[in-house]
Structures are given as structure tokens and as C-alpha cells.
């Protein structure tokens, strides 16, 4: 126990075994539902939604475990929504590509993700993107993934004359996403530790009773095989050989890199981590990201991020890496409850789409509306990625945008080499896709 405290300076920090212990469990109750939502995200690709459970428990489990070690920081890893929903609602599905080659894309993405990291070009590339533009970028994913939630939930459906509409209150499952929402908002609202998971519980106990979902075969199992997905990303790398795959993996790594690099920031500043601006240690953090994402694409899931719901643990006291630790072993014992996934159905999930879209949202508030050559495109990048139903497309339409009101606004020298250099990707990118 000693040995422990020592390693986690745990004194240092103010803080305790028991209360780490604590903050880790409410960590992991906090995004355990990911075990499901993933799996039946990366199924709606065609992947073996077993295989995906076990990957992103190890996977996310890894993650959390690096973080803990390496950074020492009380952050926990799990593949991000919103870049599951880009692989297969975008990737898969939109560009018909095949899951396959989507998981060689992201094994691709997180080696240059940590060649970025260990080589230090973070900072560079950091700078490079306007400030506004990331921002925009981590709400346009908010925006996505709630908007996903609300048709997979039934809240919104497709609609000849208006495009989309809301969806009809007689069907009756629909009103499982309905009861799971605002069971999931008051627990959230009260700030209740793991609300998302618990509103999940209740949703899938109310479709149980009801009979709109079905009883599962057991509760606890040995973990599913990963057969169908382990390494399948290594044997298909030779097929990222087009310009549409190579905007693909750009995508996977824009996305994670400034979704983990964001939600760093701001969870360091929330736990007061934060020393000149600057947040310690940055690179191992990195690096255990970066790490995580490499292996689960070998094992079978989408890229991995810091988790904003890390500020769960933070909020309850963790301030130590022991916090991501716990968090990590507890995703193995998540392993074992695999046959609950067939009770997770999408009633279940919609409304952890939402809540965590409204999260994810939040950074709307920092952009700056007033100067419009910064709005006009950032608004692009937030109306973009649901209209679109694309993360890459939201990004394309905002990067596009930016170096023309910028030149226009007489500020072309503000304009990062690298933005120009993206301009003229993603323009060739979308018209790659219109010719399709
Ligand atoms: N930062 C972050 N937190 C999440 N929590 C659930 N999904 C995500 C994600 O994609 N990014």
C-alpha cells in the first residue's frame, strides 16, 4: 500500500487510496456504457458486435491502465462516440468502404498519432488549427452523435416534404427512448454519479417489464472471441491507397487528436493540474491515447479518446493516476457481462447519445460569434456534421470556408501554411465524393 501511495504521490496531491479507489469506480460507472453503445455503433458496419465488446473492454482498459502508469493522471480512455458513428455511418455505409479497410485506416491514423506525439510536432500542429475552429469541431461531434441518438431513439425520422421530422409516439419502443432521456436528464441535472449508466439500467428494466425488449440468456459469460476482428486491421493496410482513404485516415486523426488534446486541457484545468498554461506531462498522455487507439484497431474497434466523463472522478475527488487505474482493471471485470449486450438496444443507447452530444456541446459557448471571417465557418463545422451526417464533411465545409473570409477580412496572414494546405484536401476531397 505504501509502495502505491509513493508511486501515485498520492500525499502530494492531498489525496487517499480510499478516495482514488472511489473516484475510479465512479469513473467507470460513469462511461461503462460504452461496452454496448460501441458494439452496436461498429455492428451497424457489419462488424461482429461480440468481438467489438471485447475489443473496446481491452482497449479501453489499456488506455486507462497507460494513463494511470505512464501520465499519472486520473483521465480515463474508451473509444469516442462520434468518431465510431464517422467509421461506420460515414466511412462504411456513406463511402462504402469496407469495415476492413476503415480499421486499417485507424491503425494507420494512430501510428502517425504517436509519431506526431513522440516526435513533438503536437504543439505545431496544435497551433496550426484556428482555436475556434477545434472548438467547433468537438461540438459538431456533440451535435452528431445526438442527432444519431434521436433517430436511432425514434425522436426524429426521415420526412418526404421537410427532410426530417419528429417521429410518430405510436410506436411503442420509442417511448423507452423517451422515459430513458428524461430519467437520464434529471439524474444528470442532479448530478448523480454514473446518471448515464443508471438512466441505461432503468430504460432496459422498463423494456424488460413492458416486453419491448427481451430477456438475455444469462448475465455473466466468458468474454466473446475476437476471431472476426483481431488483426484483420494489419492484413488490409495495403488497401489506404486512395485519396478518399487518405481524407479518411486524416479524419480518424484530426478528430482524435483534438478530441483527446481538448478534453486533456480541460480536465487538467478542472482538477488544477495546469501549471503556466501548460499541462505537465502532455506527451505520456499522448502517447497512452495514441497507444490504445494502435492496439484496439489491431483488436477490433474505432479510435480511443480521453473521455470528458472522466470529470466524474475528478468531481468526487480523484486526482492521481491510481483513479485511471481502477477505472482500467474494472473494464475487465466488464468483460464478463457480455449477454447483457442484447438487452442494450438502440432505445437504450439513444439517450446516452444525446446527453453525451449535449456534453460535447458545450464548447459552443467559447467560440467567438462576433467576428464572422471565425463564425461563418465554425458554424459550418457545427451545422455541417449533422446535416451532412459526416464528421469529415462538417470539417470540409468549415476549412474551406476559413481561408476565404480570413483573406477577405485582411487577415490572410493569420492563415496557418497548414490551413491553405487543407483547404485545397478537403476541396478535392468533396469533390472526390460529389463525382462518386
Ligand atoms: N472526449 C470525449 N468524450 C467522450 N465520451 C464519450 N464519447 C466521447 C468522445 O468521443 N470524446
Not at 119 to 138: G, M, S, V, Y
Not at 301 to 317: F, H, L, Q, W
Not at 340 to 358: D, E, K, M, N, R
Request: glycine share 10%; hydrophobic share 55%.
Amino acid at each position: 500500500m505504501q509502495y502505491i501511495s509513493n508511486y501515485f504521490k498520492l500525499d502530494e496531491l492531498g489525496t487517499n487510496v480510499r478516495r482514488e479507489v472511489l473516484a475510479g469506480f465512479t469513473t467507470f460507472i460513469s462511461m461503462a456504457y460504452i461496452l454496448f453503445v460501441n458494439p452496436s455503433v461498429l455492428g451497424a458496419s457489419g462488424m461482429d458486435k461480440g468481438a467489438v465488446f471485447t475489443a473496446t473492454a481491452l482497449a479501453s482498459s489499456l488506455g486507462c491502465l497507460l494513463m494511470g502508469i505512464l501520465a499519472k493522471y486520473p483521465i480515463a480512455i474508451a473509444p469516442g462516440l462520434g468518431v465510431n458513428a464517422f467509421f461506420t455511418y460515414s466511412v462504411v455505409i456513406g463511402m462504402k468502404i469496407p469495415w476492413q479497410t476503415a480499421l486499417a485506416g485507424v491503425f494507420v491514423a494512430s501510428i502517425i498519432f504517436m509519431i506526431i506525439t513522440v516526435f513533438k510536432l503536437r504543439e505545431a500542429i496544435i497551433n496550426a488549427i484556428p482555436h475556434n475552429l477545434k472548438l467547433a469541431i468537438a461540438a459538431g461531434i456533440g451535435l452528431f452523435i445526438a442527432f444519431i441518438g434521436l433517430h436511432d431513439g425514434g425522436l426524429i425520422v426521415a420526412n418526404k416534404s421537410t427532410v426530417v421530422g419528429l417521429g410518430s409516439l405510436n410506436v411503442s419502443t420509442t417511448w423507452l427512448t423517451i422515459f430513458g432521456l428524461i430519467v437520464t436528464a434529471i439524474l444528470m441535472t442532479r448530478k448523480v454519479p454514473g446518471a448515464i449508466f443508471i438512466g441505461m439500467v432503468l430504460t432496459s428494466v422498463l423494456g424488460l417489464i413492458t416486453g419491448l425488449i427481451h430477456l438475455p440468456s444469462a448475465i455473466i459469460s466468458s468474454a466473446p472471441s475476437m476471431h472476426p476482428t483481431f488483426m484483420v486491421a494489419l492484413t488490409h493496410v495495403g488497401e489506404i491507397n486512395s485519396l478518399q482513404l487518405v481524407v479518411v485516415v486524416l479524419t480518424f486523426l484530426l478528430v482524435t487528436f483534438f478530441d483527446t488534446a481538448g478534453t486533456l486541457v480541460g480536465l487538467a484545468e478542472q482538477a488544477g493540474f495546469m501549471k503556466d498554461n501548460k499541462m505537465p506531462r502532455v506527451g505520456r498522455a499522448l502517447l497512452a491515447d495514441s497507444s490504445s487507439m494502435l492496439v484496439g484497431s489491431l483488436l477490433g474497434t474505432s479510435p480511443t479518446s480521453a473521455y470528458v466523463e472522466s470529470s466524474a472522478g475528478i468531481a468526487v475527488g480523484g486526482r492521481s493516476g491510481l483513479t485511471a487505474v481502477v477505472t482500467g482493471l474494472l473494464f475487465i471485470v466488464g468483460l464478463f457481462f457480455s449477454p447483457l449486450l442484447s438487452v442494450v438496444t438502440s432505445q437504450v443507447t439513444a439517450p446516452a447519445l444525446i446527453i453525451v452530444g449535449v456534453l460535447m456541446a458545450q464548447s459552443l459557448k467559447q467560440i467567438d460569434w462576433q467576428q464572422l471571417e471565425i463564425a461563418i465557418p465554425a458554424f459550418l463545422i457545427v451545422l455541417g456534421m449533422p446535416l451532412t451526417y459526416s464528421i469529415s464533411d462538417g470539417i470540409a465545409l468549415g476549412f474551406i470556408m476559413y481561408p476565404i473570409t480570413m483573406i477577405a477580412a485582411g487577415r490572410r496572414k493569420e492563415v496557418h501554411p497548414l490551413m491553405y494546405g487543407l483547404f485545397f484536401v478537403f476541396l478535392i476531397f468533396l469533390w472526390i465524393l460529389n463525382v462518386n
